[in-house]
Structures are given as structure tokens and as C-alpha cells.
């Protein structure tokens, strides 16, 4: 029988290291398209035509990888997933899609597959129930929690499309017209959702019996713990010299908060300060930090 293992978010709080854990240090088959956003488009939390366009590009990228080799031995059942996912999300809309069918041709290869969309922690309570009624009761959830105002802030440096935020002061200038003047609210109401954990933890868990939130602090920073903790939740081994290998890999950015007045992170710190409290009551205060 077959076994999920879904990564529902938060955006901005590890979820490419998440998935490249589980894909590498697990016996978990992750779709090689890292985020299916099948969920979040089939309830109205992505705009289809996004997923299309993404997708689409994806595949031109497949094709053009074929086009240009000089040998194919790279043509696997993964490379064929990868194919089959991307022409499927570019052609077709998600309710004429099987969720499962953007796991073949390594289905019936695989006991556990997996995949990793932040946007499913935002989910409405009946697209919960959906995704729960066809992935099935042994689905497991994890769920990642990052420090609110860092996590915030490292969004924004994404809503800003990769501009220049080397001069902190028009940085810091552009993210407090976007908090305190019209024109955002939106964008702010789903930056607030992302960093409800309280809200994402509770409206899981009654969709689901497995459901575990691991701090973006212990992903990074607890290797021997985190792998021991993902072990007893998914049942499965998580290879240790492997997770420590990946983590070695990655480059230590920079204190997010560093580029911002005591002034600005104050103001942050009060609009998420109730969901920092949830954090260092499930955590402890000196997780989630970062």
C-alpha cells in the first residue's frame, strides 16, 4: 500500500533542505518537482494560470535538456516523472488530474513518496479534509516553524524579486510602506497565514493522526536529534553521516534581522508576537530564533 509523506510548509523555513533530507537520507521516493502545488491550486490558494505557466516552463526546460544531450542515459523513471508531472500540471487542471498519477512511472516502485508545497499550510479546513480523504489516514505531515519576523523578513526579500537589498535603508524604507500603507493587505494576510503555526498545527491535526512540526533551528542546528526525531515519526531510517553531509553544504546566511532599526523589528516582533509565544511554548525560548 502506498504511503505519503507531505511537507505543508512554512514558506521560507527550510523546506529545500526538508526535501533534500528526506530524498536523500530516506526510503522515500520525492517527486522530483519539488513543490506539486496540486492542493493549494485545486482550493483556490494558487491561481491556476501560475501553475500552468511554471509548469510549462519546467517542461521546456526537460525538452531542451533532451535536445541538447549528446547521450541519454539521464532518460530514468525519475527523469520520466519529471516529464509526465510537468506536461500533466501544464495541460491539464488539477481536478482532471489523479494525484497519484504525478508520481508515475515510480509508483509501484516506491512504498513511500513524497513532496514538499509550503502553500498547503494555508490550506482551507475542506481542502484539509480532501487531501485527506485521498491520500489516506497513514498520510504523514510535517510541518516546518521558523522565527516569525525572520521568516517575514526573508519573504520579503522574495517579494521584492531578487532586487539589490544591499542598501538597508531603502530596504528597510520599501518593507515599512508595505506594512503601514495601502496596497498590501493581501500579501500581508498571507504572510500572517504562514506564520500561524498554531492555526496549521490544529486544523492538521484533526484531519490527520501523524502530524509533526519541527523548528527551522533544529533542521539546521540539532542534526542528531532532528534525524532521530524524523526517524520515530516516519518509521523509517534516516541515514545521519548523510543529514550531516547535506547540512555541511549549506552556506550560514546572514541574521535576518541584522539589516533592520530596532525601531522596524519592533513593530514586527508586536504583530507576530502571539505566534512567537506558541513557538517557545511548543519549543521552548531558545528555538526558533532564527
Known sequence: MTKFVIGIGSQRAGSTLLYTILEQCAPIYMNPVKELHYFDTLFGVRHPNVLQKFSTNQLNLDIEHIVKAKELSFINRRF??????NFLLSSKKVQHINY??????CVSSNKFLGEITP????????GINTMA??????????LLARNPVNRFISAFKL???????????LFEEEMLRVLTQPGHEEWLRVQDAFNDYEHALTEYRQQFKQVLMISYDELFGSVEDTAEVLSVFLELEISLPKYQKIVQTK??????????SEETLALLEARYSTNQAFLDKVFGKDKCKA
Open 159 to 169: 517579494f521584492m524579486h531578487g532586487k539589490d537589498d544591499s542598501d538597508k535603508r
Open 80 to 85: 520520466k516523472n519529471s516529464l509526465r508531472t
Open 119 to 126: 502553500e498547503y499550510m494555508i490550506l482551507p479546513s475542506n
Open 251 to 260: 552556506i550560514n546566511a546572514l541574521e535576518e534581522t541584522s539589516q533592520l
Open 133 to 142: 480523504t485521498m491520500l489516506g489516514e497513514e498520510t504523514k505531515i510535517i
Open 100 to 105: 497519484l498519477d504525478l508520481y508515475r512511472p
